[in-house]
């Protein structure tokens, strides 16, 4: 009898220790099969982020190029493994098909091409940013369950205790090797990818290598503070605003942010925000990923901007004389709202071929630059825009709800402030120091919104205000 309840018990210890063993070794499959899905995943991300930087150079190379088809053509051989919806395959599809555009273009030097190449990369840069988000939380899912399996392990039943130690004792150098491959990928990921994490309040609880060089910060510094340390002070708060509104209904927020570094110099990213859950899907937070655009933007800047007095040109200033106009008159078509008038001032350096003739050109580029950084000093409000339209004309855009009076009010303090710098000149015949003249135009629903139309009634009341003496300003009434 107690042989046979021996038996029985020995029967049962090795049943238990079978269906052990059969656990840990399903485990450990699931370990392999889910570090190996990760190390992929690693490798098509680093791709994303290589073509992220390589396409932004205008001078790519050849070897450039056939770098980034590689690994085009890498990331198609995994799709099915990597994406597991039509979605993002559909993104991936998109990206190609944009990148064979940009790739035919890299040879064009037209401003046409340019323009396309611009816009072209916008596209990539979409594409590859929600392709890496997508990407990024397949990797902490798959992290999180590597994790919870492996705990599982830890736990498991104390009747086989040996049998575990011997079955990891075998397996163990194939974990750690496994464990290593998927630490260097992150490795990359936390070197190449700007990314942090914050809290419900805008804590930063996390902040990545990539985070910190671009910043200037150290990980110590960010983590803890909140994430305005990094806002730029050109960043209008409405941008802000509609950022946590988005995030907040659990969406995520895509854009570009200037953000401000430790040494007080700047950077441009296009950012990608979404929440941060835990496992019973509660929201704990949110992860941003970004994008280091800072190149692209500056050439973008480039291409509108006067390189001597960092004034907007005249590109710039067509472009937003538009975009205001239309932002103006579909405003005052609403009688609900009060009326907004688009002002158009048109400033004019008096004497300034004399001045440069008595004083030497170098000395009137200095000129201009300093009259340039008083009309920005004027440029108050995210709706006032000045300009350097060409030689001594400079333009200034403001809308308000202003009277005309007011402008004309407004018109003459740029006037005075530019008199009272006080800048010599024994050509003028209005004054001693160096004046302006300023033509004023309005648009509004008593006048017509067209562009060549506002441009020419403010140089008529410019040329009036010469006429009548310069030093001074003139409404086109």
């Known amino acids: 009898m107690k042989t046979n309840k021996i038996f029985l018990i020995i029967v049962i210890h090795i049943f238990l220790i079978a269906v052990n063993w059969l656990v840990a070794l399903y485990i450990y499959d699931l370990l392999k099969n889910d570090a190996r899905q990760i190390n992929e995943m690693g490798q098509i991300r680093g791709g994303i982020q290589l073509i ?10 050849q070897d450039n190029v056939k770098q980034v088809d590689n690994l085009l053509n890498t990331i198609t051989i995994h799709k099915n493994i990597l994406f597991n919806n039509k979605e993002p395959q559909s993104i991936l599809i998109a990206l190609q098909i944009e990148w064979k555009k940009f790739k035919s273009l890299l040879n064009c030097k037209t401003v046409a091409c340019n323009n396309q190449i611009i816009q072209i990369s916008d596209k990539l840069w979409d594409s590859t940013n929600n392709l890496t988000l997508i990407l990024q939380q397949n990797s902490e899912e798959n992290l999180n369950f590597f994790n919870y399996i492996f705990i599982l392990l830890l736990l498991d039943i104390l009747l086989i205790v040996i049998a575990i130690y011997l079955i ?49 910060y150290t990980q110590e510094e960010l983590i803890g503070k909140n994430h305005n340390i990094i806002r730029h002070p050109d960043m209008p708060k409405k941008t802000f605003e509609k950022l946590w509104k988005r995030i907040k209904t659990n969406k995520t927020w895509n854009g570009e942010i200037k953000n401000l570094k430790k040494d007080g110099n700047y950077y441009w990213v296009d950012a990608s925000i979404s929440t941060k859950q835990n496992d019973n899907g509660d929201v704990i937070g949110y992860t941003a990923i970004r994008q280091d655009i800072t190149d692209k933007k500056r050439i973008e800047e480039l291409s509108v901007k006067d390189p001597m007095t960092n004034l907007y040109n005249r590109r710039k200033f067509n472009e937003v004389l538009e ?25 004019d350096v008096d004497f300034f071929k004399q001045y440069n003739d008595a004083y030497g050109h170098d000395k009137g580029d200095e000129t201009l630059v300093t009259i340039a950084n008083v009309l920005q000093e004027y440029t108050k409000r995210h709706s006032d825009w000045t300009f350097r339209l060409g ?26 402030a530019i ?6 000149n024994t050509k003028s015949t209005v004054s001693k120091y160096v ?27 410019l040329y009036k205000a010469k006429n009548s003496g310069r030093n001074s300003c003139e409404l086109f009434v």
């Open 168 to 216: 990891y004792s075998l397996i163990n150098p194939a974990i750690d090797k496994e464990r290593r491959e998927l630490k260097k990928y992150l490795d990359v990921i936390d070197e190449n990818i700007i990314t942090s994490s914050t809290d419900l309040n805008g804590i930063i609880t996390h902040a990545s290598k990539a985070f910190c060089k671009i910043s200037g």
């Open 323 to 347: 975009t205001e106009l239309y932002r103006i008159q579909r405003h005052n078509k609403d009688i609900k709202v009060d009326e907004i008038n688009l002002y158009l001032f048109s400033i």
């Open 435 to 461: 004046t302006i003249s300023v033509g004023i135009s309005v648009a509004n629903n008593s006048c017509q919104y067209d562009k060549n139309l506002l441009y020419k009634r403010s140089d008529i009341a």
């Open 391 to 416: 030689g001594e004309e400079f333009g200034f855009l403001m809308s308000s709800k202003d009277n005309s009076e007011k402008a004309v009010e407004y018109a003459n303090k740029i006037r005075v």
């Open 419 to 424: 008199e009272n710098l006080k800048i010599l």
């Open 52 to 61: 992220s930087k390589e396409y932004l150079v205008s001078n790519i190379s």
